[in-house]
């Protein structure tokens, strides 16, 4: 290392070479994903092009069929359909998750719960609720075990404008923190709020030019 150069953040998160394949159809071709701490990431694709294959293999409830996924530190996965039961209400959703991470307290449920403007459907059951506060439930979910990498897949479905401007602001919040957060999404209404861009087109991510200059997939 030269004199007075500053060591390079270790990565959070590192995806290298991802291949995967239903039957003969390959979605994934060696995608290539690097993000750091406090990082906040989009991977941009349409529809079929292997967004949530990709999610899902990150987070680790799919396997890839060649390559190697490294996490550092606690994870956070906010799928795009909520896995929640409608039986229940919010609150023992909480709990059941907070004894699950085994917490002490449901000090940062609650604190989420307010944050996201949801408060007053604390007692409600789940299938009671609107499909925006069903997600607003599964993003506190994800949250509950202050992660250090949180992955979302389409998190502004449903939400309202005011919960949307509350989720960027919980989401400054986890990068001050030094969280990395990776959204999934078909459409980024606001670039310049993003580290990091990424397209995902014919099974591979490809940095995306913004604001002059190019962002780098990968080290």
Not at 131 to 154: C, F, I, W, Y
Request: overall charge negative; proline content about 5%; glycine content about 10%.
């Amino acid at each position: 290392m030269a004199p007075g150069s500053t060591p390079a953040t270790t990565p959070v998160l590192q995806a290298h070479d991802i291949h995967k394949s239903y039957g003969r159809h390959p979605v994934l071709r060696g995608a290539d994903l690097t993000v750091a701490p406090g990082q906040l990431v989009a991977v941009v694709g349409e529809n079929g092009a292997g967004k949530s294959t990709l999610l899902k293999i990150l987070a680790g409830t799919l396997t890839a069929d060649r390559g190697e996924v490294v996490l550092s530190g606690t994870l956070g996965y906010c799928p795009q359909d909520p896995v929640l039961n409608a039986s229940l209400t919010v609150e023992q959703h909480l709990r059941y998750f907070a004894a699950a991470h085994r917490l002490p307290d449901l000090d940062r449920g609650r604190e989420l719960v307010q944050l996201l403007g949801y408060e007053q459907y604390g007692k409600s059951l789940v299938g009671e609720l609107s499909g925006g506060t069903r997600q607003k439930l599964n993003l506190t979910l994800a949250l509950l075990h202050d992660p250090a990498v949180l992955l979302l897949d389409e998190p502004y479905q449903g939400f309202d404008w005011e919960t949307y401007l509350r989720f960027w602001d919980l989401v400054d919040d986890l990068r001050g923190r030094g969280k990395a957060v990776v959204v999934i999404t078909h459409l980024v209404f606001e670039q310049d709020r993003f580290d990091l861009l990424a397209d995902l087109t014919d099974g591979s991510l490809t940095p995306r030019t913004t604001a002059g200059r190019e962002q780098h997939v990968s080290a």
